[in-house]
């Protein structure tokens, strides 16, 4: 089973942006919290934004506010990145999850992910 496809990394040059997308199956997207983490090379899983399944602010890291823009789309059971102003400091591998604020440390950076490269 594989509820969780990231999608939409790739190279950027820094001040660039990218869009990732995660497409969600097999349990009630509308009534969970999704999120989005993060690991970079030599560093530690870091939760990027938390995405309410209802009317709530979207909370992100203090590293991305203000150039990171997260969504959901309940009609299609994905959710959204938007990166933009990308620093090098973003290189990573992006996941997304269920229930940022609940899930096993093990399940956080965890699955298919998406490679995000920011370089010159």
């Known amino acids: 089973q594989v509820p969780l496809v990231e999608s939409g990394g790739g190279l950027v040059q820094p001040g660039g942006s990218l869009r990732l997308s995660c497409a969600a199956s097999g349990f009630t997207f509308s009534g969970t919290v999704m999120g989005w983490y993060r690991q970079a090379p030599g560093k530690e899983c870091e939760l990027v934004a938390s995405?309410?399944?209802?009317?709530?602010?979207?909370n992100y890291a203090d590293s991305v506010k203000g150039r990171f823009t997260s969504s959901r789309d309940n009609l299609k059971n994905t959710v959204y990145l938007q990166m933009n102003s990308l620093k090098p400091e973003d290189t990573a591998i992006y996941y997304c999850t269920t229930t940022p604020g609940v899930v096993p440390a093990n399940r956080r950076c965890w699955g298919q992910g998406t490679q995000v490269t920011v370089s010159a």
């Open positions: 995405i309410p399944n209802g009317g709530g602010s979207i």
